[in-house]
């Protein structure tokens, strides 16, 4: 499934061709991806203009205006396991050359949901398993809808520091790398990430993740650590496009590469990339997900 880095490459690649534009026509071509549809979802989004798109967590929020007949809404978009936006406009062809290129899909039959802007471009969401999801939510109601509101703050936003992450871990005594992949704890934080966060901070996951908050619950200096590792993976992440497993690409088709530069994660028994550290990456199991780490520099 995309993580946080996946889905703010695809918000930023949509955000310059469907931020401010009007939605002509929206075509449903089934009635339910993931879940059903919302009731006359393609009538209620034709006409709309786009105010802004942004994302909470792993789900993408375009931000429809009111009208005489609705209030302002949200559109909720998640790309489940294999969803994908495509752009499409006559005569002009998206695709980047270059060794990361892959050719879009032409499958039409997984051609779900189209949104036919104002100025000719398509955008049209293909998704072969259906584990996506398309949601209409008031814009006045966002912030308590079941699916956001308990979701914890942004990683890389202002709200999120060493002191939170204390906070949430104070006494809990569940490993580093659950409560890390705990939503209320951090929001859009997955598997890979979580891996490469650890290894570069030198933290074990098997470590209690209340080892990083004092005994007066302030953060210790492996809190800091972590904090600052979790922005720089998922900044790197992000201006690498991603990291292309299986269904991941890009809007505009091509693969994301920072699975290139991967330190933990995938490298079972190859040698630590940590200056002077002697170790090999390690897997485990936690939780049913597969861990990737080096026993000899995390701690």
């Known amino acids: 499934m995309p993580e946080l880095p996946e889905v703010e490459t695809v918000r930023r690649g949509l955000a310059p061709v469907m931020e401010g534009k009007r939605i002509n026509e929206a075509i449903a071509n089934r009635p339910d991806l993931r879940w059903p549809l919302p009731e006359r979802f393609a009538a209620r989004l034709t006409g709309r203009r786009i105010s802004g798109l942004g994302r909470r967590a792993k789900y993408l929020l375009a931000d429809l205006d009111a009208t005489d007949s609705a209030p302002a809404e949200v559109l909720v978009m998640h790309l489940g396991m294999s969803g994908s936006f495509r752009i499409e406009q006559a005569g002009w062809d998206t695709q980047v050359p270059g060794a990361f290129a892959l050719p879009r899909s032409k499958l039409e039959a997984h051609d779900h949901v ?8 398509e955008v049209v969401y293909n998704d072969p398993r259906r584990f996506g999801a398309m949601l209409l939510v008031p814009r006045a109601d966002i912030e308590n809808h079941p699916l956001f509101r308990d979701i914890g703050p942004e990683p890389l936003g202002n709200a999120f520091d060493a002191s939170i992450l204390a906070s ?68 790197d992440a992000i201006l690498a496009g991603g990291s ?3 269904d991941h690409a890009q809007v505009d088709g091509t693969l994301g590469y920072f699975q290139h530069t991967f330190r933990a994660y995938d490298r079972e028994n190859q040698p630590c990339v940590t200056p002077g550290c002697e170790g090999v990456i390690n897997r485990l199991v936690q939780n049913g997900r597969s861990t990737f780490y080096c026993p000899s520099c995390q701690r």
């Open 114 to 121: 189209v949104f036919r802007l104002e100025d000719g471009v």
């Open 244 to 246: 292309t497993l299986r």
């Open 168 to 235: 949430a871990f104070d006494g809990r005594k569940t490993t580093l790398k659950a409560g890390l992949l705990d939503q209320k704890v951090v929001a859009g934080l997955g598997n890979i990430y979580v891996c490469e966060a650890l290894h570069r901070s030198h933290l074990s996951p098997l470590r209690l993740a209340s080892t990083l908050a004092t005994p007066k619950g302030r953060p210790t200096r492996q809190a800091e650590l972590l904090v600052d590792s979790i922005r720089l993976v998922l900044n």
